[in-house]
């Protein structure tokens, strides 16, 4: 396979090349974890200890096997494409229009909770204005970072902001102190009965949804294609790279499970953001509430600035597949079709649901997470598909192994998918 416009060499073959070469992974991973994250650990934390803890280290092992399959398209492919919205919609026709409609609409969505999520950090961190005006501040930084849509700049970004956050949470969890005996315990499959608003089975889709990442899946291969990891020789890098990113999440997650099962387990259940503040300042004092804030805010900040980076380049990508002479009429790249920069604003307009009396937040961003799963599944079947067609991947089409994987992944997320939603419903109109 020739080398591929925009490829870098791979890295030595010792591992501090491959720890500095690391940059998709950590993007990704901070992209996944936002705002609905630390609302569900906490909420799972604070309702029922550590008993669900296991739900963490299983959902990741099924993202890394979904996420892992995905970073094969760009790699070896032979249509010597590094785009895996173009991989998909070779599947069928259809699916050009289903992918342009859903990341436009996924978009504008999911910085609704995100951005939210940024006001509210910013005003407990700062006061002096409505979370409103907090969350306006948090999209202009966004704007001002992804606009241009330089890749090297996020990536710059997000592991200064990574390694902030793990200072954050460390210092948090040895001020709140762990309870080691009963967090191994944790991982003991363990169902326990409903506390608080939410029953066990709801929290447990939930956070298996959040955690397996539906659509945002998809934003690890155009990590990889603007990182220039685009042969097969990248291989080896991309997947050490992931499953950092991987561990990442898990140690976040873990984290914030831990600091909400010590703090507010056995008291009322958490119904918004502030009261998980409130609880860590009466357990460790006054640096309680920054702690939990700053974690929010790096969170928050970086699904904002990940997803939307990573979205403006799909959906242009999308639409220059429906639409081929849209590429030809705009040959500089991707960045370089104004429809980009419209996507950025588009998703950066959803600070309108930061408004006082937007929708409950925890109660949306714990719903919400179970309703993407229809689209998760849609990507799961055309994924086993394209990875399958010899005409798309050459010899490099999936071993029984990998379609026994995926399968399972499709299995799980059909099943969490008709469980949440049929909860979700239950407890929307009870």
């Not at 906490?42 to 995905?70: E, K």
């Not at 399972?408 to 239950?426: D, E, N, R, S, Y």
Request: aromatic share 12%; no cysteine.
């Amino acid at each position: 396979m020739t080398e591929r416009p925009g490829a870098v060499a791979p890295p030595a073959n010792n591992f501090l090349a491959y720890l500095r070469a690391f940059g998709p992974g950590i993007v990704v991973a901070l992209s996944w974890v936002g705002t609905g994250d630390l609302i569900d650990n906490s909420v799972a934390g604070g309702n029922y200890g550590y008993a669900l803890l296991w739900v963490l280290p299983l959902s990741l092992v099924f993202r890394f096997v979904f996420v892992n399959a995905l970073g094969k398209y760009p790699l070896y492919n032979m249509q010597q494409d590094p785009s895996i919205v173009r991989g998909i919609a070779r599947t069928h026709p259809a699916f050009g229009w289903l992918m342009l409609v859903s990341f436009v609409l996924y978009t504008h969505i999911l910085l609704a909770f995100t951005l939210s999520g940024v006001g509210v950090a910013l005003e407990g961190l700062f006061g002096g204005l409505p979370t409103f005006w907090w969350s306006v501040i948090g999209a202009l930084s966004v704007f001002a970072v992804t606009l241009k849509g330089a890749y090297r700049l996020i990536e710059r970004i997000f592991k200064v902001v990574l390694a902030l956050m793990v200072l954050t949470f460390v210092v948090g969890i040895a001020l709140v102190g762990i309870n080691w005996g009963e967090l191994v315990k944790g991982f003991a499959f363990e169902l326990p009965a409903q506390q608080g608003l939410f029953d066990s089975g709801l929290v447990a889709s939930s956070l298996v949804l959040a955690t397996l990442g539906s659509m945002a899946n998809l934003f690890y291969p155009e990590f990889l294609r603007e990182k220039g990891w685009t042969t097969p020789a990248h291989r080896r890098v991309q997947q050490y790279d992931l499953l950092f990113g991987t561990m990442v999440v898990l140690f976040l997650g873990v984290a914030v499970w831990a600091i909400g099962a010590e703090v507010l387990f056995g008291k009322q259940g958490v119904s918004e953001a502030g009261d998980i503040a409130a609880a860590l300042g009466a357990a460790v004092g006054p640096v309680g509430p920054y702690i939990f804030y700053l974690g929010l805010l790096g969170a928050a900040w970086t699904t904002v600035a990940g997803s939307l980076f990573a979205l403006a380049k799909m959906v242009v990508e999308a639409l220059h597949v429906v639409r081929p002479g849209r590429e030809e009429r705009y040959p500089g790249g991707r960045t370089s079709d104004p429809a980009y920069r419209w996507v950025i604003v588009w998703g950066l307009l959803a600070v309108v649901w930061s408004l006082p009396h937007a929708p409950g937040f925890v109660a949306l961003v714990v719903v919400s997470h179970v309703l993407t799963s229809p689209f998760l599944l849609l990507i799961v079947i055309a994924l086993i598909v394209m990875l399958n067609r010899a005409d798309i991947m050459g010899r490099y089409t999936n071993s029984w192994k990998e379609n026994v994987g995926l399968g399972l992944v499709a299995a799980f997320v059909a099943v969490a998918a008709v469980q949440g939603i049929g909860k979700a419903v239950g407890e929307l109109f009870s």
